[in-house]
């Protein structure tokens, strides 16, 4: 399988090493083509880790066209811009694809929609990877007898939320958070378009339970926290779901759970090994 990959950052990084030189790797059935990423100094950083040097590398969409040739299978691990820039063209190209940066497919309206409604006419595939959560499988499960309510807390030491526009337009300053602090309470709709880096993971629960408006999320920074914390309530006629992950960060990149990139991995993974444990 010949994979290209957008976004050469935390995620993208650890990927691209299990593909080069890890789990992945060409004798297993995976093959690095193609590198994106706006700064070229990223690429150039991620390259230099790689044993065989990818043959094309680009800082944008332009020619997209022609190096999806050379791929079966187009990663995002970007932005949630890039869902929209990079998947759909991947997709009518008659790729299969991997989203990481999941807010998008509800926080872009309509973008999931459409990307289902390609991926049936071409015959594609989509993978989004469980990401920094565990409980997936269970919510898919109870989502076919039916789900009343799915509730996410997300904790993260102050400096996860660094550079986050919300936290700025309300005054809040991240360095003079002493106790934990509640950011954000809402529907996961809305915590995904304010909390775009942080919150994939109420994207990914959204669509495997009950829906971006039902599913409610609490966004806290909590200087005592440190790991990325992420705890689930599920109610439904199966019963009750409690799943609490506590992540370790990843060294590049704070707002990001190690656990995402492995889960990425596992996910690419299963593409290529011909039993699926789980549902
Ligand atoms: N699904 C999950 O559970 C989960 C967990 C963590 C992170 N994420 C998401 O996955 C994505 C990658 O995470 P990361 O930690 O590797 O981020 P990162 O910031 O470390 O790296 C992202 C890279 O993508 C590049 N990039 C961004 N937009 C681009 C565009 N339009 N075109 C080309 N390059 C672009 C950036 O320059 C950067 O180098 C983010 O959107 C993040 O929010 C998802």
Redesign the pocket.
Known sequence: MRVGV????????EICDAIDHGVLGKERGMELKFL????PE?IEKLIKRLKRRPEITR???EGLTEILEEVDLVI???????VR??VIPALHAGKEVM?????ALISDEGLLDEIVDIAKEKGCRVY??????AGIDGLKSGAIGGIHSVELTTRKPPRGFEGNAYVKERGIDLSMIESEKTLFVGPAKEAVRYF???V??A??LSIAGIGPDATKVKVVADPSATENIHEIHAIGEFGKLMVRVENVP?P??P???H???L??IATLKGIIYPVRVGT
Do not use: Y
């Open positions: 957008v976004g050469c950052g935390a995620i993208g990084t994106i990423d706006k700064h990223r800082t944008g969409s995002e691990c970007a932005s949630q811009d890039a820039e990079f989203i990481m940066s999941v807010g989004i990877p469980s990401g920094a959560i775009p880096e942080n994939n993971v994207a990914s990843s590049t990149n707002k990001t759970s656990l995402a990139a889960s990425a």
